[in-house]
């Protein structure tokens, strides 16, 4: 994006192409209306997600937000969480409480392996991307683009098969949520020149809200109302609801670093990708192109030597409970994910600052994760 810093030297492979980032484009348009700091619903994505565009969902060719659960992984657990919060009596404070929760052993354990989040009589209707200007780290161009110009900058050839579980997302506007740590692209076979990134996304996010008398839904397959299993969500004044997607790796801080997967990895400078973080596992989910070098992502090196959140939970950060944890009512700031830690449901699946495992977006791709356009 515009406001990030230039490349420094030339890149052999985006000469190759136009480096004009493809704008945002039909129903999930780019539009510069900023996500609210305390909205009704807000949904949170952590972990190895594909986000794309999809403009001819369903049989009514619906526009939506499509992401790919990457499937093709050892350790990687898919998981749902809604959280409830209830403004107390006194109206200063805000009670949360774990309402629901989701965590099927197998895709095929989804109805039509589908996820479907839908509202009735939405306040902004469809599918939008924030856009900002400056160094807004909402910006959704802070979630990785494969498709854009820092990375392969063309339409990448996909393997559907890695993404066997769907979410649709039919109302919603699109934003990152960024740690203040900085990050740069590699190429993997050389990695002494550094393409810079800034803050990339440690959550993507939506938000959702309804008019007076409508609800967000949650359904399991395409059966609408009458799904084999779906929620319904009210939001009121004193009412809200996180919704929380992730695709990670379940840590147990208890266990030695030995012992943990091989697939969570936890030394963000090591130059064995393996070792580094969980972006080199997309590969898994297109066909690198022809004569194209793999990319990674790496914690930039001055950025080092901060406490990750694996070492908070080491250290033993107390639990708070429900009524009292710390939550700022600004969702974009650092210390509201920091509060998130605070939740042993959540801290177990959020990965650390400086590995982070974060969602990509196929950004030249308009029918799903699957599509090859």
């Keep these: 994006m515009s406001s990030l810093p230039e490349q420094q030297q030339p890149d052999v492979q985006q000469q190759q192409s136009s480096t004009q980032e493809p704008p945002l ?9 900023a996500p609210s700091d305390f909205p009704d619903f807000l949904l949170l994505f952590h972990g190895l997600l594909c986000f794309a565009r999809n403009n001819n969902y ?5 526009h939506v937000c499509e992401v790919g659960v990457h499937t093709k992984t050892s350790d990687h657990e898919f998981n749902l969480l809604v959280f409830e919060l209830q403004q107390t009596d006194g ?3 805000w009670e949360f409480r774990p309402l629901y929760h989701f965590a099927p052993e197998r895709p095929r354990d ?15 209707p469809g599918v939008s991307f924030f856009q900002g200007s400056g160094d807004d780290t909402r910006d959704w161009r802070r979630v990785p683009d494969l498709e854009g110009p820092d990375f392969y900058n063309r339409p990448l050839n996909k393997r559907p098969r890695a993404m066997r579980l769907r979410l649709i997302v039919k109302h919603g506007l699109f934003y990152s949520l960024t740690t203040e740590h900085q990050f740069d692209r590699i190429i993997e076979e050389d990695q002494q020149y550094r393409h810079p990134l800034g803050e990339i996304a440690y959550f993507a996010a939506a938000e959702v809200a309804h008019n007076e008398g409508g609800h967000l839904s949650i359904e399991f397959g395409r059966g609408g109302e009458g799904a084999p299993q779906r ?4 939001a009121t004044d004193k009412r809200k609801y996180w919704v929380f997607f992730f695709n990670s790796c379940p840590d147990d801080p208890t266990t030695s670093a030995n012992e943990r997967r091989r697939d969570c990895p936890r030394d963000p400078t090591n130059p064995i990708k393996e070792r580094r973080n969980d972006f080199h596992l997309y590969l898994k989910t297109f066909r690198l192109p022809a004569q194209a070098r793999e990319f990674g992502v790496i914690l930039r090196q001055e950025e080092n030597g901060e406490a990750t959140s694996a070492g908070r939970r080491a250290a033993g950060v107390e639990e708070a409970p429900a009524a009292a944890v710390p939550f700022t009512r600004n969702v974009a700031s650092t210390s509201f994910i920091d509060g998130l830690f605070s939740i042993e449901l959540l801290a177990k699946l959020l990965s650390s600052f400086e590995s982070p495992c974060g969602a990509a977006f196929f950004g030249q791709t308009t029918n799903g994760p699957g599509g090859n356009s």
């Design 25 to 33: 484009s039909g129903s999930g348009a780019a539009v510069n209306l």
């Design 58 to 62: 369903g049989p009514d060719k619906e």
């Design 91 to 93: 109206g200063d404070e």
């Design 110 to 124: 989804v109805p039509d392996r589908e996820i479907i989040v839908d509202v009735s009589d939405p306040t902004v």
């Design 231 to 234: 929620l319904m969500l009210r």
